[in-house]
């Protein structure tokens, strides 16, 4: 693989590949658009259908959005037909990787999901082009998924965070994270006080008066079938929406569920396809809110505050440095790492509607924000890309050598 390492390097022009399903896993934006005013480098984006739906229509329909939404950033896009799951693996058609390899022919790909439904695709064409890796979250638990398993460990580049985490894979790994280079998270340089993009419109809906701006992402997992045991949703959906409704005129808000929350409900006996479509639809058409199911890099940006019972977004939110409510029904989660357990405790934590809505009162509409030392340590000690330079920068720099 080092042999082949050095090959591309000495290419005047080297291609990469980007493979994405759908746009809220997108955390490479600033390394994409880095590569792509680089002399050194061709990027381009493959959209592949999502896994994660087993509706054949709606897994096109989010294929489609996912190709829409890149090619109005005016990124190139690489469109093939047959590349997608088998069941419900990740594994591409061997036509397909032909097509791919035909129509581009990658020097390296990308891909940001670690888990087993990737690995036999990866494993597959490990042989012909080099992978490296940006998780589509912080690695924010110590189980073992988040660091060991077939295809992190083959990497050629397994990009980390911080030294925290970059010790921590170390640790876990059965390589003992020799692809292991810390170079920051890509997503946390769209949050830099340098960060411009002059293509950047309002991401939130047009008020009367102006308003506080609040994010509410509930997590998919419903207490169930996840380490992180939370839950909230399935208590509090209702509340939440009357909670906003209350607040019109002051507080406007952004719905922004986890992708695989819809296809959850859609199965759930107490919910299912019609409550959960009306009930998306009810935040969409609020005067006061609205619904966000894709990329969030602008809603972060130009929000007050969030509301969440997520485990990404436990660190990702702390990128902005502003107010964030843990919205829990635990005391305890001993899956975290310490990183994550760090930034819990710079955490507004609430276990009831009346709790939110203190926050949202004292917090976001009020003066009162004795956490946010706290953060901004927490940003200093975790977030900070290292060597002075962005994270996209750092890993240029370590895929040319330099």
């Not at 005067?287 to 969030?306: H, I, K, T, V």
């Not at 977004?313 to 760090?342: A, R, W």
Request: with cysteine; aromatic share 14%; proline share 6%.
């Amino acid at each position: 693989m080092l042999r082949r390492a050095e090959e591309v390097r000495r290419k005047e022009v080297i291609n990469v590949l980007f493979y994405i399903w759908q746009p809220s896993f997108w955390k490479v934006d600033s390394l994409f658009r880095l590569m792509l005013e680089h002399p050194r480098f061709n990027p381009i984006v493959c959209p592949v259908a999502a896994y994660d739906y087993t509706d054949p229509v709606e897994r096109q329909s989010v294929l489609e959005e996912t190709r829409r939404y890149f090619k109005q950033k005016g990124y190139p896009v690489l469109e093939i037909e047959g590349v997608g799951p088998v069941a419900k693996s990740f594994v591409l058609t061997g036509r397909g990787v032909e097509k791919i390899r035909e129509a581009f022919a990658p020097d390296i790909i990308f891909v940001q999901n670690p888990y087993e439904t990737v690995q036999e695709s990866v494993d597959a064409d490990m042989e012909h082009e080099l992978y490296c890796y940006v998780p589509y979250c912080y690695r924010n638990t110590v189980m073992p998924f988040e660091f060991d398993n077939a295809t992190q460990n083959k990497y050629l580049f397994n990009f980390v965070e911080n030294e925290y985490i970059a010790e921590l894979a170390k640790s876990k790994m059965s390589n003992g994270g020799a692809n292991v280079c810390l170079t920051g998270y890509p997503p946390v340089d769209q949050f830099a006080a340098n960060y411009v993009d002059s293509t950047e419109e309002s991401a939130w809906k047009v008020q009367d008066v102006p308003c506080k701006k609040v994010i509410w992402a509930p997590h998919w997992a419903l207490g169930t079938g996840s380490i992180m045991q939370n839950g909230v949703f399935t208590r509090y959906a209702d509340a939440m929406l009357e909670l906003a409704r209350s607040y019109a005129g002051r507080v406007q808000f952004a719905f922004k569920p986890h992708p695989k929350l819809r296809p959850e409900l859609h199965m759930h006996s107490e919910w299912g396809v019609e409550r959960t479509d009306a009930y998306y639809a009810a935040w969409e058409q609020l005067p006061n809110a609205q619904l966000e199911q894709g990329e969030y890099a602008s809603l972060f940006r130009q929000s007050d505050g969030m509301i969440h019972d997520s485990g990404s977004f436990i660190l990702e939110y702390f990128q902005t440095g502003k107010p964030c409510c843990f919205f829990h029904v635990h005391e305890d989660y001993p899956s975290f790492n310490k990183m994550t357990l760090d930034a819990l405790a710079a955490h507004y934590w609430e276990d009831s509607i009346e709790g939110v809505r203190h926050f949202i009162d004292s917090v976001i509409l009020g003066t009162e924000d004795p956490l946010a030392t706290a953060r901004s340590e927490f940003f200093a000690s975790y977030l900070m890309p290292p060597k002075g330079v962005s994270a996209a920068q750092n890993i240029v720099d370590a895929i040319l050598g330099e």
